[in-house]
């Protein structure tokens, strides 16, 4: 079936950096919109990045400047850098792949910034 591995999470101090990636299996990966959302305890789950089979990216506001989506097509693997982390950008961190009526998630990777 179809899977999304995502990896890269862990515990960082405000100010540093993490890299997230999802691997993706069993899609055709270059025509699928890629997404990274989050979840904050007690949140709801919101998008954070996307990114367009084409490579056209958006962003929320509250990541704007400091995260960055990237897709390798050849790898079909999705990539969030993420820097200049907040307390606030702590959360469960999901991929998410979607074409049409088709959509998969990923099993989430934990993100938490801490002094």
């Known amino acids: 079936q179809v899977q999304l591995v995502e990896s890269g999470g862990g515990l960082v101090q405000p100010g540093r950096s993490l890299r997230l990636s999802c691997v993706a299996s069993?899609?055709?990966?270059?025509?699928?919109?890629m997404d990274w959302y989050r979840q904050a305890p007690g949140e709801q789950r919101e998008q954070v990045a996307t990114?367009?089979?084409?490579?056209?990216?958006n962003y929320a506001d509250s990541v704007k400047g400091r995260f960055t989506i990237s897709r390798d097509n050849a790898k079909n693997t999705v990539t969030l850098q993420m820097n200049s982390l907040k307390l606030e950008d702590t959360a469960v961190y999901y991929c998410?792949?979607?074409?049409?009526?088709?959509?998969?998630w990923g099993q989430g990777t934990q993100v938490t910034v801490s002094s």
């Open positions: 990114i367009t089979s084409g490579g056209s990216t």
């Open positions: 069993r899609i055709p990966f270059a025509i699928y919109a």
């Open positions: 998410h792949a979607r074409r049409g009526i088709m959509e998969y």
